[in-house]
């Protein structure tokens, strides 16, 4: 999707002068010349917030028809119609809370493309990140020493629904665990709901990918590669066949991204109270068309639930080989008005740790984790982490297989790491795995083959 960026000088066409508008149709050409024969361009765009006036707009046009006639193009990544080319079936909006915080249902309600978006008005990095860039002294309480890193136009709506639905933080640790949870909840239902709603939804961007310097907003990962909660929401959402809850429908859905067929597979949902009681179950066979997406049944809820209550997804090849999985906190005020509070009385968990000695194979580290819930109660937002044994912070950039995850009472779970061997300069790395509730942080020291 290439065109002008908004807030430049491209765009204060009040500003200009004949001469203006002449360097303009021919940067126009150049941009068109030069990226016309790249194969990831699928749009081009002569507005960004705003379409332009009706002779500037036209001379555009006749440049676009001159240099290439094999793609469509939009006044603008906005809904407004322009003069020449009228409504443009994209969308960005309602601002600010499209680039600050919408809870998963209103994902499910667009079907315009929505060319950027992302509930992420205050994207707080892991604590390890935080402490780095900041002095202790302008840590906690949060101090006007956090404005620089963030935008007053957008971090009071997501401020307000962490708040409101996760309740008002104590502490610095518990701020940067609340957000990751608040992230992966909102991102993941943003994607989800696109791919759900495949091809009645035409598209959405996602802003923004990564951080040009240590911000604590907008961002899948941070400044120093640190993945974010929202980086686990999107990874898990944006899995090729995926099973998912549709939060509109309140209801489970497949989704297919193959261009191939699936049959013989098999789709379970068990639904579980507060404590950790099963309350719902249903298992359904089924296959899918290559590039579907489509409801598989609604959840049957018993009418009185306690205010918090869990959803674990599971998708089984034909095999028996689990290929998706997935796992929602719900409220039982619905999800605008989310009340997760009560996530901070869920009982401490004990967690039993397997790992496997460092393995070192193609210029890649690799680790495998295999993590039981031996508890009665829900382990939430499992988070475990790699760091040098030596100064403690976080060896970056490192791919887990999954993070911030939860397990059901008695659920074993393996997760796999990658970590390029050549970033590692200390003979042992630490492990180290918390949790939201976690009763106690365990650490293990690790050989470097």
């Given amino acids: 999707m290439v065109g002008w960026c908004c807030g430049l000088p491209f765009e204060s066409w009040k500003h200009w002068t004949s001469h203006t508008a002449d360097i303009a149709e021919k940067s126009w050409r150049d941009q068109i010349f030069n990226l016309r024969s790249h194969p990831s361009v699928f749009t081009w ?12 707009e036209r001379r555009y046009i006749n440049v676009l028809k001159q240099y290439d006639g094999t793609r469509p193009y939009s006044s603008s990544a906005t809904q407004a119609p322009s003069k020449i080319e009228g409504y443009t079936g994209l969308f960005m909006g309602p601002w600010p809370k499209v680039y600050a915080y919408l809870p998963p249902n209103y994902w499910y309600t667009k079907f315009e493309f929505n060319t950027e978006c992302g509930p992420n008005g205050e994207d ?3 604590i390890e990140t935080i402490r780095r860039v900041m002095p202790e002294k ?12 963030l935008r007053k136009d957008f971090y009071p709506f997501s401020r307000k629904a962490l708040e409101t639905r996760y309740g008002k933080p104590a502490s610095l640790e518990e701020y940067c665990t609340k957000s990751q949870i608040l992230q992966m909840e909102a991102v993941k239902a943003m994607f989800e709901a696109f791919a759900g709603n495949k091809y009645k939804s035409s598209g959405v961007i996602y802003w923004m990918y990564n951080s040009a310097w240590p911000k604590f907003y907008w961002q899948l990962y941070d400044y120093f590669l640190m993945p974010t909660g929202a980086f686990y929401g999107a990874k898990k959402a944006c899995e090729p066949l995926h099973v998912q809850y549709n939060y509109k429908e ?7 991204c193959f261009y191939h067929d699936f049959a ?4 379970t949902a068990k639904a579980f109270d507060f404590d950790a009681k099963q309350i719902f179950s249903k298992e359904v066979m089924t296959s899918m068309k290559a590039d579907e997406s489509k409801i598989l049944f609604v959840l049957d809820l018993p009418k009185e639930l306690t205010n918090i209550y ?3 997804l599971s998708l089984l090849d034909k095999s028996g080989k689990e290929i998706s999985s997935n796992f929602y906190w719900l409220s039982n005020k619905g999800d605008e008005d989310a009340d997760f509070t009560d996530l901070a009385k869920l009982p401490p968990v004990d967690m039993t740790t397997k790992l496997s000695p460092l393995s070192r194979e193609n210029g890649m580290l690799k680790l495998t984790i295999e993590l039981t819930n031996t508890s009665t109660s829900v382990a939430f937002a499992v988070n475990p982490k790699l760091l040098s044994a030596s100064t403690r912070e976080p060896v970056l950039p490192i791919f887990w297989q999954d993070n911030y995850f939860s397990l059901l009472p008695g659920e074993k779970r393996t997760i796999e790491m990658q970590l390029d061997a050549s970033l590692v300069v200390d003979g042992k790395l630490l492990f180290k795995l918390d949790g939201w509730n976690l009763r106690q942080t365990q650490e293990q020291k690790l050989l470097v083959p």
Avoid: M, T
Avoid at 45 to 56: H, V
């Fill in 264 to 267: 013989g597979l098999k789709v």
């Fill in 310 to 312: 869990f959803l674990k």
């Fill in 124 to 126: 707080l990095p892991p």
């Fill in 45 to 56: 765009l002569y507005g960004s917030d705003n379409y332009p006036p009706e002779d500037i």
């Fill in 250 to 256: 309140n209801a489970v859905q497949l989704v297919n």
């Fill in 138 to 149: 302008d840590l906690w309480p949060v101090s006007p020493g956090w404005d620089l890193r």
